[in-house]
């Protein structure tokens, strides 16, 4: 039996001049922030979450 933990992913677009709210919103349903990539364009980002499943 293995104790390590299952994740669950998110990808979601990030905006950069609402970043604070955007984060905020996804930490309180429990979401960490793992990193933060380019995006399409210059104002927007493409932020990567993960949680423990269940």
Known sequence: MSNATAWEYLTAPLLIHNTK????NF???GWE???VQPGM???QLVA???????
């Open 21 to 24: 709210q955007i984060l905020d």
């Open 27 to 29: 930490g309180a349903d």
């Open 33 to 35: 922030l793992v990193t």
């Open 41 to 43: 364009s210059a104002e």
């Open 48 to 54: 990567y979450f993960k949680r423990p499943k269940g």
